[in-house]
């Protein structure tokens, strides 16, 4: 088993960009995590410029969140406190940053890198547990991409954070429609 811990960076868990649901789903995710200790874990993180388009001052949607150095943008340290298999611990290479690009809003995870430039999309297997925040937008993207290059994607929904829980449960039932297990 695989499972991807999509965006649980501190600007949406307690920051700019809080998101409900989210301090309980790092907790379910880690224990899940700790239930199944030979699943290989990948993180996706945001990691954005001062001048990504994304901004609200640089003319876009969002507050500004996950600037590249800063403590919004690092993920929850309970994920490296509280997982017990060190090797489930976020590190170099199990770390894939996103929306690098300042001109490109990248809610998916599917092409993030890490820092040795290789893809998630190339790493992960043909089956995945998707976990994380946002429910609406990063990882039903992330979802989205997985389910069309073919690969069986489970979300579980006690593992997530959302902006609005009405649109988390519409979100849930639009990704079962096209496919994937919400368990």
Request: with cysteine.
């Amino acid at each position: 088993m695989e499972i991807l811990v999509v965006d649980c960076q501190y600007d949406f868990i307690d920051g700019t960009l809080a998101c409900g649901h989210s301090e309980a789903a790092v907790k379910n995710i880690i224990a899940f995590i700790n239930a199944n200790p030979a699943a290989k874990v990948f993180y996706s993180a945001d990691n954005h410029s001062p001048k990504h388009c994304s901004y609200i001052p640089n003319g876009g949607t969002w507050p500004v969140h996950c600037q590249a150095g800063t403590h919004g943008a690092e993920l929850h340290a309970s994920f490296t406190t509280d997982i017990e298999n060190p090797e489930q611990r976020p590190n170099d290479c199990t770390v894939y940053r996103k929306g690098e690009d300042d001109g490109r809003e990248e809610y998916s995870a599917f092409e993030a890198k890490n820092i040795a430039g290789e893809k998630l999309c190339d790493i992960l297997g043909r089956e995945v547990v998707v976990t994380g925040i946002a429910t609406e937008f990063c990882v039903k993207e992330s979802v989205l991409a997985l389910l069309k290059s073919g690969r069986k994607v489970t979300v579980k929904a006690d593992m997530l954070g959302w902006v609005d829980a009405e649109n988390h449960k519409k979100t849930l039932g639009e990704l079962a429609e096209m496919g994937a297990t919400v368990a």
